[in-house]
């Protein structure tokens, strides 16, 4: 064999062995790449699932707390209109004479507002007064006002109390 085909030989088998040596590493990194898709699959699968449980159970959470905020608002709007209709009740007996609204008082001697001298038109110590109609319609108002406030204040201090526990 003559130097030149020597060196075709030399040169084809550098080029053969360069061809195998490219093919096996693409084979071998394809391999991998498949191994870490397949990997990266699986871990989105996982998170995934994690993040899906996760939305159930806030969900199922919030559905639990919203139902709880529903009985407490249908608790305390019973409980007011309750206490409403009391009041209601109270003012139209206090309109019809049926009942009266009287306030019970009384006077302290040393406090200068009780005169030295009792005259019989005088109230007297620890005695009623009958408020007038309209004072009286004030009154059932003013306790309208109390009685929505405060089952307003109830409400707020129950969400309150069941939302930082």
Known sequence: ???????????????????????????RYGKQLSDQALAHQSDMTTISNAAN???????????????ARADLDARATKEKTNDLAENERLR????????RLR??????????????????????????????????????????GIIADQAALRVLQKHVREACQ
């Open 92 to 99: 139209r007996a206090a309109d019809d004479s049926a009942r």
């Open 1 to 27: 064999m003559t130097p030149m085909q020597k060196l075709v030989v030399v040169l084809l088998a550098m080029a053969i062995a360069c061809f195998s040596t490219w093919r096996v590493d693409a084979w």
């Open 53 to 67: 449980a996760q939305t159930t159970q806030a969900l199922e959470k919030q559905k639990a707390a919203e139902q």
């Open 103 to 144: 306030i019970a008082g009384s006077c302290r001697a040393d406090s200068g507002d009780v005169p030295s001298s009792t005259s019989t038109a005088s109230l007297g110590n620890a005695g009623t007064v009958e408020l007038t109609s309209i004072a009286g319609r004030t009154v059932f108002d003013i306790r309208a």
